[in-house]
């Protein structure tokens, strides 16, 4: 559902830093001088048939060097959807290449998203606790046609709250940046409308945090698509209660909410299952 980047200036300037900074500079120095140059909007234009080309293959994106075609549109289309969702907070996501410098392999992750059409990276930040994902959730509530409802858009089980800061810190392993005083992972997370893997204990992950699971119902609504796990429960990474029991996710279609209760950690069923991370 992301629009070209022609379509936006602002993400055609992301992407072209340089370039814009380049015919920035130049209009600048033409004015200076008297001389006619080329009206700002039409430098716009420049940035957008920049933006256009890319698209078409001919220079490749500034972010996402290495990733071409459909994979870049992803990329590019899932960045997009978490500045919005940050947005409503008032979070800044870190840039695209502040995740490369910290290791993390976006030619990688390109092929896995070219092998598995399910996979959507989620940047998700960390730290926020239950109040801040609250705020973003009744934000989400109140956009057009959201399926949340205003009342309870988020339900934390009494347990899951009381150890919320075990669950909502960086997995052991992953790369992160900062931004704006949170710590932010970009992970690859399966988002089909049930987990690929079900039948499973909490044994058999690796599974998605919290906040990964979080932002990713958030994506889904603020790109107008339901949210993944109206009919099944995704596994949590983290345990709580002195590591006897683990956090689930699910959407109640009928209470119209997200909700995360927790499980032993043996359990197991039809319906539960992992999402198991790439990156």
């Known amino acids: 559902m992301a629009s070209a980047p022609g379509e936006h200036p602002q993400l055609a300037r992301l992407l072209f830093a340089e370039l814009a900074?380049?015919?920035?500079?130049?209009?600048?120095?033409?004015?200076?001088?008297?001389?006619?140059?080329?009206?700002?909007?039409?430098?716009?234009?420049?940035?957008?048939?920049?933006?256009?080309?890319?698209?078409?293959?001919?220079?490749?994106?500034?972010?996402?060097?290495?990733?071409?075609?459909?994979?870049?549109?992803?990329?590019?289309?899932?960045?997009?959807?978490?500045?919005?969702?940050?947005?409503?907070?008032?979070?800044t996501v870190p840039e695209p290449e502040a995740f490369w410098e910290q290791g993390i392999d976006?030619?990688?992750?390109a092929r896995a998203l070219m092998a598995d059409p399910t996979l959507v990276p989620v940047?998700?930040?960390?730290?926020?606790?239950?109040?801040?994902?609250?705020?973003?959730?009744?934000?989400?509530?109140?956009?057009?046609a959201s399926p949340l409802s205003l009342a309870a858009p988020l339900v934390l089980a009494p347990e899951v709250v009381a150890e919320?800061?075990?669950l909502d810190a960086?997995?052991?392993?992953?790369?992160?940046a900062h931004e704006g005083g949170q710590e932010w992972t970009l992970r690859l997370i399966p988002a089909g409308s049930k987990p690929p893997l079900v039948g499973l204990s909490h044994a058999h992950g690796?599974?998605?945090?919290?906040?990964?699971?979080?932002?990713?119902?958030?994506?889904?609504?603020a790109a107008g698509e339901p949210p993944v796990d109206s009919s099944s429960f995704t596994w949590v990474h983290g345990a709580v209660g002195s590591g006897r029991f683990?956090?689930?996710?699910?959407?109640?279609?009928?209470?119209?909410?997200?909700?995360?209760?927790?499980?032993?950690t043996g359990n197991q069923g039809p319906h539960l299952g992992a999402r198991p991370p790439i990156g």
């Open 21 to 91: 900074e380049d015919l920035d500079g130049a209009l600048a120095q033409s004015q200076r001088q008297g001389g006619g140059g080329a009206p700002a909007d039409e430098l716009e234009h420049l940035l957008a048939a920049a933006a256009r080309s890319a698209r078409e293959g001919d220079f490749g994106r500034a972010a996402f060097a290495g990733v071409e075609g459909q994979e870049a549109d992803r990329f590019e289309r899932a960045f997009a959807l978490a500045r919005t969702v940050a947005g409503w907070a008032g979070l």
């Open 106 to 109: 976006h030619a990688t992750l």
């Open 123 to 144: 940047p998700a930040p960390y730290g926020l606790g239950a109040a801040r994902w609250t705020i973003l959730f009744r934000a989400a509530a109140r956009q057009p």
């Open 164 to 166: 919320f800061g075990v």
């Open 170 to 176: 960086v997995p052991r392993g992953a790369a992160s």
């Open 206 to 221: 690796p599974h998605p945090s919290l906040p990964e699971l979080l932002m990713l119902q958030l994506m889904q609504i």
């Open 246 to 264: 683990a956090a689930r996710e699910l959407f109640d279609s009928t209470d119209r909410s997200v909700r995360v209760n927790t499980r032993e």
